[in-house]
């Protein structure tokens, strides 16, 4: 049974940082993709990061390159989303998921069928 805890999300004003952590276990596919999805209210999910499992290839929305780092720890089975510079269009709901998913295609949340419980994380002066 595949599980996957989210957790490091809370409320912070415009400028300063979160780490996301999304722990995941029972997932035996050697390739994988683990991604970070976010949703805000009256929006669609999107794609925020991913990495890959084969060579930690890492992928990342337009919005958020340069401000968020995704990265990994294999022996904790656990990946991180460094977010840095937050400002108020970043606050949403986000998830963690994991599939074999090709990474050019990382972005297409229809493609993973186990995700995380989801965590707010609210950018706001």
């Known amino acids: 049974q595949v599980q996957i805890v989210e957790s490091g999300g809370g409320s912070v004003q415009p400028g300063g940082s979160l780490r996301l952590s999304c722990a995941v276990s029972?997932?035996?596919?050697?390739?994988?993709?683990v991604a970070w999805f976010r949703q805000a209210p009256g929006k669609e999910r999107e794609g925020v990061s991913a990495?890959?499992?084969?060579?930690?290839?890492?992928y990342y929305a337009d919005s958020v390159k340069g401000r968020f780092t995704i990265s990994r720890d294999n022996g904790k089975n656990t990946v991180f989303l460094q977010m840095n510079s937050l400002n108020p269009e970043d606050t949403a709901v986000y998830y963690c998921?994991?599939?074999?998913?090709?990474?050019?295609?990382?972005?297409?949340?229809?493609?993973?069928?186990?995700w995380g419980q989801g965590i707010q994380v609210t950018v706001s002066s």
């Open positions: 998921a994991i599939d074999n998913v090709v990474g050019s295609q990382w972005y297409i949340d229809q493609l993973y069928d186990y």
């Open positions: 029972g997932f035996t596919l050697k390739y994988h993709v």
């Open positions: 990495i890959s499992s084969i060579d930690s290839s890492t």
